[in-house]
């Protein structure tokens, strides 16, 4: 079991920035990735951005393509904790984010924290 609490959602102004956090805990070994998605009001959940936790490829990210530039998906080993930097932030940004880690075959979730960023 792995359990995830996403923290760092927020109010912002057009232009600002945001650091959400994703911190694990219980069977960690197991976590081969983690992940950031985000879901819009009336939209569908998307890909924000991906990081490999373990083995071949250990350390590699990747990105939605339009998030490229603006957001850095990064982790702390010690923390057991994965971030994601937002910067210039738009308004077509504001979403419920939500982190999630893949274990094998298996899916966990954090809560998701609400991102608002006003015009």
């Known amino acids: 079991q792995v359990q995830l609490v996403e923290s760092g959602g927020g109010l912002v102004q057009a232009g600002g920035s945001l650091r959400l956090s994703c911190a694990a805990s219980g069977s960690l070994s197991r976590i081969s990735s983690m992940v950031w998605e985000r879901q819009a009001p009336g939209k569908q959940r998307e890909l924000v951005a991906r990081i490999i936790l373990h083995g071949i490829g250990g350390g590699n990210t990747n990105y939605a393509d339009s998030l490229k530039g603006r957001f850095t998906i990064s982790r702390d080993n010690a923390k057991n904790t994965v971030y994601l930097q937002m910067n210039s932030l738009k308004p077509e940004d504001t979403a419920v984010y939500y982190c999630?880690?893949?274990?094998?075959?298996?899916?966990?979730w954090g809560q998701g924290t609400q991102v608002t960023i006003s015009s």
């Open positions: 999630y880690a893949i274990t094998g075959g298996t899916y966990y």
